[in-house]
């Protein structure tokens, strides 16, 4: 049930994993034959919830480029810097606190050189993952209207990051 509201009901209804821990929980709680009553009402909640496998399909997809392409290099702008010397080696620099930009969305790019770009998850038109599209959608809108800020050519990452 867990699974199955991971999977395949997603982000179309993300209430469904907690209606299925929730179920898992009582039935634990009250114990058989009473436990049927709320896997009963688990099990009506997810077959008729919206469904949509777009964030299991992404998280394949994130595993192919793993796979494919290594464990690669956090930007630099993105790294913490608690040293003088992570300092000094750009670590930190150029980054834009989100919540300093309009709709605290910066027009950042937070993906490794190789990915630049790089979209994995791509929410259906089914239940909650409309607005999670629109959202989406009104961040790339956010982005596109402000000067994006990429590391400066003295913070150039290497293949020893």
Known sequence: MVIFAAEDVGNADPQALVV???????VEFVGMPEGAIPLAQGVTYLA?????????RAMGEAREDVVRLG??????????????????LGYGRDYQYPHSSPGAIAAQEYMPQPLKGRR???????????????????????????????PSPSTKQTSQD
């Open 120 to 150: 994995y998850y791509a929410p259906s038109d089914r239940g909650y993952e409309r607005q999670i599209r629109d959202m989406m959608e009104l961040a790339r809108t956010l982005r596109s209207q402000q000067s994006p800020t990429f």
């Open 20 to 26: 299925a821990v929730a179920v898992k929980q009582a």
């Open 71 to 88: 464990a690669l290099p956090v930007p630099l702008h993105l790294r913490n810097a608690p040293t003088e010397l992570m300092k000094t």
């Open 48 to 56: 008729t919830a919206p469904k949509s496998n777009a964030s299991y």
